[in-house]
Nanobody, 122 residues
Framework: QVQLVESGGGLVQPGGSLRLSCVASGIPFSIYVMGWHRQAPGKQRELVAA??????????NYVDSVKGRFTVSRDNAKNTVYLQMNSLKPEDTAVYYC?????????????WGQGTQVTVSS
């Protein structure tokens, strides 16, 4: 059974920091591209950051609005992906979802976590 379990969300003041973690189980973690997505009320879910697998190559990607403030990283030994969020703004408020995806026989396979709420407010 595949599980992605996020943690680290919460309430923080503007300018503050949070670190999200996502622990994966039931998948060969190192071959999955890992990503963080977010969905604010009334808005579509958007990709925040993605980090390639050891086999996929590629580079780390960020949505423009978080570049220079957020950092995604992974620890393949711990099956964990992180999102360090600094200089948080009210517009970063959203439910943040962990995503794992890979391609098998040409088909994309996705797994999602349950989400963790991040609220940036004074």
């Amino acid at each position: 059974q595949v599980q992605l379990v996020e943690s680290g969300g919460g309430l923080v003041q503007p300018g503050g920091s949070l670190r999200l973690s996502c622990v994966a189980s039931g998948i060969p973690f190192s071959i999955y591209v890992m990503g963080w997505h977010r969905q604010a009320p009334g808005k579509q879910r958007e990709l925040v950051a993605a980090i390639p697998s050891v086999t996929s190559g590629g580079i780390i990607n960020y949505v423009d609005s978080v570049k220079g403030r957020f950092t995604v990283s992974r620890d393949n030994a711990k099956n964990t992906v992180y999102l360090q969020m600094n200089s948080l703004k009210p517009e970063d408020t959203a439910v943040y979802y962990c995503n794992a995806h890979t391609y098998h026989s040409g088909n994309r396979r996705d797994y999602w976590g349950q989400g963790t709420q991040v609220t940036v407010s004074s």
